[in-house]
């Protein structure tokens, strides 16, 4: 039975690592985190920190140590949107092929499923790599308040980062599954439960077709 990717996203501060990391502790599902390897392609030397010290120079991209001055260049990127553009044409890219190389040695392993966390899934245009897709929302005033909590923004900054993105609305009505995040945690944990329970079934009565197929 050939792997199936579920693709997991969400708006920033909704709770989609959270799911992400219940999938792995509870269901020992394999999770390709987007975020980790771009923090990995963004050590000193590698990838990612050559494109920003190329783009922004030693002074404003680094910090004494020679690693990134994510705080510096999260201020440039989110209030310019042509810096915004420039770094999804530069990243979505190189993490695309990090992702893709990881998911064939996933299925060389032999795994059923995989879960492949990506914030900026739809606005890069991954689809192509999922058989289906999850989103994590949380209504706006929440987002709002757990991201200012979160990374100690003001609310201004927060509403900024949120309005980089692709509307939540529109993200849910890409997705196959919605999981809502609005109100506590044992009531997603339910969601996230029936959710997986539901893909386990499916993937049982797909491996049925294809076993009857052959």
Known sequence: MAMYVIGLTGGIACGKST??????????APVLDADTMAIEMSAPRRP???SYVNRYGTERALLSDG???REAIGQIVFSDPKERAWVDQMAHPLIRAEAVRQLEGLRKEGACTAVLDVPLFFEAGWQDLADEVWVVYADEAAQI???MERNQ???????QRIAAQMPLAEKCRRADVVIDNTSDLEAMWAQVDAAWE????????????????A
């Open 48 to 50: 990612l920190w050559q």
């Open 67 to 69: 690693t990134l001055n």
């Open 145 to 147: 308040k757990r991201l």
């Open 153 to 159: 923004l003001s609310e201004r900054l927060a509403c």
């Open 198 to 213: 539901a893909h386990l079934t499916a993937q049982n009565e797909r491996g049925g077709t294809e076993g009857a197929q």
């Open 19 to 28: 799911v992400s990391k219940w999938l792995r502790e509870k269901y020992q």
